[in-house]
């Protein structure tokens, strides 16, 4: 289904052609007409399946459409999502996808100016973005009312739980506006039951919707799997890197530690790289992002807590270094790649250590990752020079001088020049 076949207006359209979309993903052909209809909608999708897309062309065409009141207290518009990082990707879609519309879009999350965002929201907005601890904050000293908001989305609500925001979620919900007075809208990987209580506490009638494994596996990603031992996984991942000197990486690893070490030893073999994990502090980890995204660094080494929420157009290849663990991470690890109608190549390095995850992979993706055989030429052997060289240098212990018995220099102090000639 192509964009223009469903009733969203000139500027939006402007939006979505600028940001190179032509046809629906799945996610947004379910969604969209019940959406754009003004129906509440509660629907299962990875990120990475084109989710923000859909839920920003519904609120975006309807603001148009629907008569406005004018930048109050209450934001036309509230979407909550549990990452700083998300907040930042959906502010940034937003931004593309209202076209030639005068929307207001504020982002508020954590790690940066407390004052200026406050000043900003106190001036009235469209739409507001946002974690929520920040959201209640500003909520809480009256900043910002959520009475009369019109649209609500919360993304990610599985991970709401997960990370410990659901108090926080219910708070700002018993305070905006009735549910029958507003369109809702829920997005979340599993519509489990306390996810989907959620919904029908909150929501008038969602209509529900779920992206299957395969819809979720995008079309257009070339896999392939390699069986590797361990300790040819790094002389692998460098030939593969090697031999296509001009991709854009992303390189899944299961451990911050393998993280880091990927991350020196790349930089030590000639490869731009750097690394996000968890411990990352919020403004190295946007500077990271930017110069990956600027094409300044080829390589992005990442663990699936880091990269939640990542969209960054361009990536030519996903290595998961590690398999996942957990079959639900594979689908948004390859959903990095293949973005915005580009194609993409997902590569598997199955070790002995984590093969034992890829059963439970195939049999989520319903099919077989094709095998490719691993050859002599393409194993780098002679990286760990390099890496042993940029390795940062380990002072040894000092050494504590303990005396022994009938040690006579034990609590001795050293005699002086002028004392040995007081003695003379």
Do not use: W
Not at 177 to 194: E, G, H, P, V
Not at 274 to 294: E, W
Not at 301 to 325: F, K, M, Q, W
């Amino acid at each position: 289904m192509k964009f223009e076949e469903l009733n969203i207006p000139a500027p939006i359209l402007e939006g979505i052609k600028s940001a190179g979309f032509i046809e629906c993903t799945p996610v947004q052909e379910m969604t969209l007409p019940s959406a754009l209809a003004g129906k509440d909608v509660a629907a299962q999708a990875q990120t990475g399946t084109g989710k923000t897309a859909a839920f920003l062309i519904a609120i975006f065409s309807r603001m148009l459409t629907m008569p406005s009141t004018g930048r109050g207290s209450s934001p036309r518009a509230l979407i909550v999502a549990p990452t700083r990082e998300l907040v930042i990707q959906i502010d940034a879609e937003a931004k593309l996808l209202r076209g030639s519309a005068d929307f207001k879009i504020l982002p508020v999350y954590g790690g940066i100016d407390y004052g200026k965002q406050r000043d900003e929201l106190s001036r009235g907005v469209d739409m507001l973005v946002g974690t929520p601890g920040r959201l209640i904050d500003y909520l809480k000293q009256k900043v910002y009312s959520l009475r009369k908001t019109e649209f609500l989305v919360i993304d990610e609500a599985d991970r709401m739980f997960d990370m410990g925001f659901i108090a926080d979620l219910r708070f700002m919900l018993r305070r905006m506006s009735s549910y029958d007075k507003r369109q809702s809208m829920l997005f979340s990987a599993t519509l489990s039951n306390r996810v989907m209580e959620l919904g029908y506490e909150h929501m008038n009638n969602p209509v529900r919707f779920a992206v299957t494994p395969e819809q979720m596996t995008v079309d257009l990603v070339e896999q392939e799997l390699y069986h590797v031992g361990k300790d040819e996984k790094i002389g692998l991942l460098l030939g593969i890197i090697k031999h296509n000197p001009d991709g854009h990486y992303i390189i899944f690893c299961n451990r911050k530690i393998t993280a880091d070490k990927l991350n020196l030893l790349l930089n030590a073999n000639g490869f731009s790289a750097a690394s996000i994990t968890g411990d990352l502090p919020q403004d190295k980890r946007m500077k990271v992002l930017s110069k990956f995204k600027n094409g300044i660094l080829r390589t992005l080494v990442a663990t699936d807590v880091a990269s939640r929420g990542l969209h960054i157009d361009g990536v030519t290849h996903v290595i998961n270094y590690d398999l996942p663990e957990d079959a639900e991470d594979y689908v948004h690890r390859i959903g990095r790649t293949a973005r915005a109608g580009a194609g993409g190549k997902a590569i598997g390095l199955a070790c002995e250590e984590y093969v034992h995850s890829l059963h439970d992979i195939e049999d989520y993706i319903k099919q077989k990752i094709p095998i490719l055989p691993v050859t002599d030429e393409m194993i780098v052997n002679d990286y760990k020079k390099a890496y042993e060289k940029s390795r940062p240098r380990e002072h040894p212990p000092l050494r504590k001088k303990t005396a022994g018995h009938g040690d006579s220099r034990k609590f001795s102090r050293p005699t002086s020049s002028r004392e040995k000639h007081k003695r003379s």
